[in-house]
């Protein structure tokens, strides 16, 4: 810049740390304040051969005394001045430079490759836009001279050089912006972004590469077309069926309102559902709730939407077992997607409503709806959905399910429209096997059978003696070029009839995807810790394997992935397989028509059969229900009668469900009086039945029972003539618990006793405290095996134990054989045998070794921690409605966490990545993946390596982590943005002066 003019220009960037303003005297001082004879204003030195003027902090008052930024435009103007000097200086000295040197003809290019953190926000994004136009234009020029580009929204034709902006006026608008930003960051802002910076950070990293640019509203349902696109990215899904765009464009649908519908499994129900989620989430910008019946189903779900969540910018949050916040995080911008199980769904519109949040929830999703019928579980569903028509009119509800029988009923309670449709991507066709003959099940016909086939298959007289029910010759046929099922009514019969399966089968078998298999057996082992079933060690070999609840979560995921890609071509199960995963087959066979020693219901039969034909892959689907001539009249029945009807089980176990109902009703604050609570069960399937249910009763006589038997229980309290209802303490802490009435009183006196002498040497009796009463039933103790436990307590945990009811001397009597006189509460030996089983896990956490030493199934043990973490949930939320409870709540929040994983506690921070379980988060720690921070933005190649070339599950592992830190950052910025809003009830003078 010398040779243009001879003139020296210094910008000196200072730190953003607070300068007294009398030692740092600047151009931007007003004329006043600035030194000089009389206070009279200096000639400008920006282009001056004086030392170089040095700007103030960002930190600091830019303006001083000034009224505007351009009431004083002599820093403005001399900029001006000397830019159009250089730029004619530069325009001389560039006709006498070489063609290959490239300059800049912008001042602000003496900036160079400083760093930028010194700015302020508007400089840097100033700078950033320069330097990246300027990097633009060289590259499309050829390395030819280019003005760097100043505005980016200003849009020019190809080859035509932009209009360039004057320094005076990118100062103008560079100061704008600063006057327009805070002077200084308050204290607690800082203290606050020091805290949530490190994981907003890294998920809104892990976001970049996912969020769509800008999503149009195309015609897909209503949705942006950004829907369909990754609908087919994601899921491979092309089109819809035609039921589902039928479905989809109901006026109902259009409308809004409630809808019910039923299809055949494997029918496409739960993609009609998601399509209405999504339209919910963006286009109303509403909250959706999710519910399904079981714990795996909601974790699978959670991993589908992971990534549509962050395609479209919208949260996924699991409600099952321990996990879930009450109430949920209230997020400003992004809006969240709910998936919980029935127990869960309750609790989470309990907390909406008490918060005065339950409009933020735009749509309700039920699968499964015929589970209404099903008992306690359909008492909490009806609940959650009568709480919801009550108390909001603008929250839709969507109900599917593929078995419906009293849909009318349905249609009632939920004030829904109906639309039925009998399509099947695959046809189904239905069997019976009787003897060695197969009959196909034909309703026209008068015995519901018809002639089909003899099963031609050569029998020695051991095989036929092996298996009476050609079970082996049903299996050849399809195996192992197509895949099939076995559905055994136990789970001894499942092992037994694969193991047998497995004995006479062709050593071909054993060259058919030798090394997938292989690998699947030592991932078993690896789950196993070194230990694998004997029998899946036999049988996985041949490319079979059973399924049931013995087995470990991850021994089960680790089968049901093996099916699925076809290294296992044949699987043994329970009647639990069916309502739980979705793994169709070419054909399925029912080993029984029994479940354990009940008779099959026909919603049952038709969920088994559901599994046969798998769309896209096979033409048709094949079921063989096999029967002994016995049970020919009921299985006719079984095959042609309707499907059964639901009913309210409000009223069902004494009751029960229509005092947890009543309770919460009051707690809730929806109802005060009996008149008010008939009011509401005007809106519940219980009075849409109540000629068939309430016939030794009314409904009236009912609620006044109820009410008298909360009020003898301490749970609610009633005052004035008309009997002003109010909860109490205790019945607060019930409810908002989600505690089981018939434990509520036992839970407060055990809580009650552990204050006067809690053990913290150990966690014996804090687990002990969080037992499932209902749990105990589940376990007959071995009296030798609960000795040899308690003679390794130590003294305080054995006197511990005493101290609860379970005397040293009992259990030594009982392994004794001898009889005991002195009456023993069993439920208190039960739940502590059970402490000892969980104690020994959380000490040893291999469920393997647990499972020998105590006698029970690896599955019951972890079925037994999934209840035990869920209830100490439970326990927490209880303890904190009840002031004498507080020495328990930090210790239960600890305790929920260990029971809800069981690892090691550097495993934890990846067990809390859905989709991610022990064995698996022990091949990610070796591999280097130690946080969620790590899978999110991991390779997916070097992620795929770390679990076994599983590029699918990698890619769903990888959005889980990125959804779970999203929602973590999202939590904490919203707890940030609560506590530096201005409070709504600030004391003023007015209020002060009421006061």
């Known amino acids: 810049m010398k040779a243009a003019g001879e003139q020296d220009v210094q910008i000196k960037r200072v730190s953003s740390r607070k300068r007294s303003r009398d030692s740092q005297k600047t151009l931007l001082t007003p004329t006043g304040k600035r030194g000089g004879a009389n206070g009279t204003r200096r000639p400008s030195r920006v282009m001056s051969d004086g030392p170089a003027a ?34 004619k200086d530069f325009t001389a000295l560039r006709r006498r430079q070489p063609p290959e040197d490239v300059l800049t003809d912008s001042i602000l290019d003496l900036l160079g490759d400083e760093p930028l953190e010194d700015l302020p926000a508007s400089q840097r994004q100033l700078k950033e836009l320069t330097d990246g136009a300027a990097e633009s234009d060289r590259l499309q020029g050829g390395g030819k001279t280019s003005a760097p580009l100043r505005d980016p929204e200003r849009s020019t034709e190809e080859g035509t050089r932009r209009p360039r902006r004057s320094v005076a006026d990118q100062m103008k608008r ?32 892990a976001l970049e590469a996912v969020r769509p640019e800008s999503p149009d509203l195309g015609p897909f349902f209503g949705l942006p077309t950004r829907v369909k696109e990754l609908m087919f990215k994601l899921r491979g899904i092309k089109s819809l069926y035609a039921w589902q765009e039928t479905c989809l464009n109901l006026d109902c649908v259009q409308q809004r309102r409630n809808l019910i519908y039923s299809l055949p499994t494997s029918g496409g129900k739960t993609l009609v559902a998601e399509i209405l989620v999504l339209r919910e989430l963006l286009c109303r910008r509403k909250d959706c709730l999710f519910i ?8 699978e779900k959670v991993r589908g939407l992971a990534s549509l969540g962050l395609e479209l910018d919208f949260m996924v949050e699991e409600y099952a077992g321990s996990k879930g916040r009450f109430p949920p995080v209230k997020r400003r911008n992004n809006k969240s997607v709910y998936i919980a199980t029935i127990e869960k769904a309750h609790s989470l519109v309990n907390s909406l409503i008490e918060t005065g949040r339950v409009d933020d929830l735009g749509l309700v999703v039920v699968d499964e709806l015929h589970m209404l019928g099903d008992g306690s579980r359909g008492a909490i569903i009806e609940m959650t959905l009568a709480k919801v028509l009550h108390t909001t009119k603008s929250t839709q509800i969507i109900g599917m399910s593929a078995t419906l029988g009293n849909i009318k009923d349905l249609q009632a309670f939920l004030k829904a429209d109906n639309y039925t449709n009998d399509f099947r ?92 298999r292989a690998l699947l057996l030592r991932e078993l082992k690896a789950s196993g810790r070194g230990s694998v079933c004997p029998v899946l060690r ?14 470990t979560a991850e021994e089960r995921r680790l089968l049901e992935e093996a099916y699925s890609s076809g290294v296992l071509c044949l699987l043994t199960c329970t009647s639990t397989l069916a309502a739980g995963v979705n793994l169709p087959a070419r054909r399925v066979i029912l080993r029984s028509p029994f479940v354990a020693a009940d008779f099959l219901r026909r919603s049952q039969y038709k969920q088994m059969v559901g599994r046969a034909g798998r769309a896209g892959i096979d033409s048709t689907g094949e079921s063989v229900l096999i029967l002994q001539d016995k049970d020919r009249v009921l299985a006719r029945t079984l095959l042609c009668a309707p499907m059964e009807s639901c009913f309210s089980g409000l009223l069902l176990s004494n009751e029960k469900g229509l005092l947890s109902l009543i309770l919460s009703l009051v707690g809730l604050n929806i109802s005060s009086s009996v008149d008010q609570l008939l009011d509401f069960l005007c809106g519940t399937l219980l009075f849409v039945q109540r000629g068939h249910l309430c016939a030794d009763t009314s409904l009236t006589e009912a609620v006044r029972r109820c009410v008298d038997l909360l009020q003898s229980k301490d749970l609610l309290t009633g005052s004035g003539a008309e009997q002003q209802l109010q909860v109490t303490k205790l019945g607060r802490a019930t409810y908002k618990g989600s505690v089981d009435l018939a434990y509520s009183s036992v839970l407060y006196k055990d809580l009650s006793l552990g204050l006067e002498g809690l053990l913290l040497s150990s966690c014996l009796h804090l687990v002990y405290l969080v037992t499932p009463y209902n749990m105990v039933a589940q376990c007959k103790p071995d009296w030798m095996v609960y000795f040899r436990q308690f003679m390794l307590l130590s003294a305080a945990e054995q006197k511990m134990s005493a101290a609860v009811g379970v005397p040293e001397s009992f259990i030594t009597r009982k392994a004794a054989g001898q009889t005991v006189r002195k009456t023993v509460n069993m439920q208190v030996v039960g739940r502590m045998y059970l402490a000892l089983v969980l104690s020994s896990l959380l000490k040893e956490s291999s469920v393997w070794n647990v499972a020998e030493r105590f ?11 999934s209840c035990c973490s869920a209830f100490c949930s439970c326990v927490l939320h209880f303890t904190q409605e009840l002031e004498e409870f507080w020495p328990f709540r930090a210790l239960l929040v600890d305790l929920t966490r260990r029971l809800s994983y069981c690892v090691a506690a550097e495993l934890v921070p990846l067990m809390e990545v859905a989709g991610v379980l022990e064995s698996r988060a022990r091949q990610l720690y070796g591999a280097g993946f130690r946080t969620p921070a790590h899978l999110a933005n991991a ?57």
Do not use: W
């Open 939 to 995: 390779d997916v190649d070097l992620l795929a390596n770390a679990i076994g070339d599983l590029r699918g599950r990698a890619h769903q592992i990888r959005a889980s982590a990125r959804m779970l830190l999203n929602e973590k950052a999202a939590a904490l910025q919203e707890e940030v943005d609560e506590l530096l809003m201005k409070p709504s009830d600030l004391p003023t003078a007015e209020t002060q002066r009421l006061i």
């Open 174 to 205: 560079t100061m704008l912006c600063n006057a327009a930003a805070p002077s200084s960051v308050s204290r607690s802002a800082a203290l606050k972004e020091a805290v949530v910076s490190k994981e907003i950070g890294v998920a809104m990293r």
């Open 538 to 551: 036999r049988t996985v070999p041949y490319g079979l394997a059973y399924h049931h609840s013995g087995l």
């Open 855 to 865: 006698q029970l199934s690896r599955g019951f043990l972890q079925s037994l921690l």
């Open 425 to 516: 991507p695959v046809q189904l066709k239905e069997y019976v096997k009787l003897n060695d003959t197969i009959y196909e099940v034909d309703q026209t016909e008068e015995e519901c059978f018809k002639f089909s086939r003899v099963l031609n298959f050569k029998y020695s007289s051991a095989m036929k003696k092996t298996d009476p029910d050609h079970i082996i010759a049903l299996v050849t046929e399809v195996i192992p070029a197509h895949s099939c099922l076995v559905f055994c009514p136990t789970k001894k019969n499942c092992e037994n009839v694969v193991a047998m399966i497995c004995k006479y089968l062709k050593k071909e078998f054993l060259l058919l995807r030798e090394e997938e």
């Open 54 to 87: 040095q700007y103030c902090s960002d930190s600091e008052d830019l303006f001083g005394d000034y009224d505007s930024l351009l009431e004083d435009s002599s820093l403005l103007a001399g900029l001006d001045e000397a830019e159009q000097t250089a730029q």
């Open 292 to 299: 399904l019946p079981y714990i795996s189903l909601v974790q």
